[in-house]
């Protein structure tokens, strides 16, 4: 037998020693039959039970067992592997996960097992996709960043209000559509140039 340097043997030798004994004191008999036989490389003993390799749980070692424990509903398939339920990932199904990811600096988050984005401010939807746009955008305008439109042709300002005309309204008229002046009695025409007699 071998020694250590602190003149006992070995923590494993010791572990052998007593398994190769525990495993004696059962009996000598005919070979150990255990039916249904035993998972995952389980050890059948004598009494027809089985001796579980690490990992494994159950009558017959039929069941994987995860250390730590598979976290928010998840299933362990192998040692140290969990099936995790939606909305979750990570090894032990500790980590949430929003299907997609979250946009826009939103974070992913679970609320009474609801997993769900939380937007930063200026955005919104499902994924934190969709920008707000709190003065609206008119006119056919598309809110492409928190308080920001793009304006179809013909529109500007923040909320795409403010019509374009190439060439200026005359007189104190005013731009109201793209190109489209409206004039000022008693001026008329497409730049309210046109003055009417009396």
Avoid: F
């Avoid at 192998?78 to 909305?87: A, D, I």
């Avoid at 097992?113 to 008119?138: D, F, M, N, Y």
């Avoid at 923040?158 to 060439?167: M, N, Y």
């Amino acid at each position: 037998m071998a020694r250590r340097a602190g003149g006992g043997p070995g923590p494993l030798l010791l572990l052998w020693l007593w398994l190769w004994l525990w495993l004696s004191a059962l009996g000598p008999g005919p070979a150990a039959a255990c039916s249904p036989r035993c998972r995952h490389g389980g050890l059948c003993l004598a009494d027809g039970s089985c001796l579980c390799s690490k990992g494994y749980e159950g009558e017959r070692c039929q069941h994987a067992t995860c250390y730590p424990k598979c976290k928010n509903g998840g299933e362990c398939l192998r040692p140290g592997k969990c099936r995790c339920p939606p909305g979750y990932g990570g090894r032990y199904c500790h980590k949430v996960s929003c299907e997609g990811g979250c946009q826009n600096g939103g974070e992913c988050i679970s609320v009474n097992g609801v997993v769900k984005c939380l937007c930063a401010s200026g955005w919104t939807g499902s994924r934190c996709q969709e920008a707000i746009c709190p003065q609206g955008c008119r006119n056919n305008g598309a809110c492409v960043a928190p308080g920001i439109c793009s304006c179809p042709a013909g529109w500007v300002g923040r909320a795409c209000h403010l019509a374009l005309c190439k060439l200026p309204c005359q007189h104190g008229g005013k731009c109201i559509a793209p190109n489209v002046c409206r004039c000022r009695l008693p001026y008329s025409g497409p730049q309210c140039t046109k003055k009417r007699k009396e």
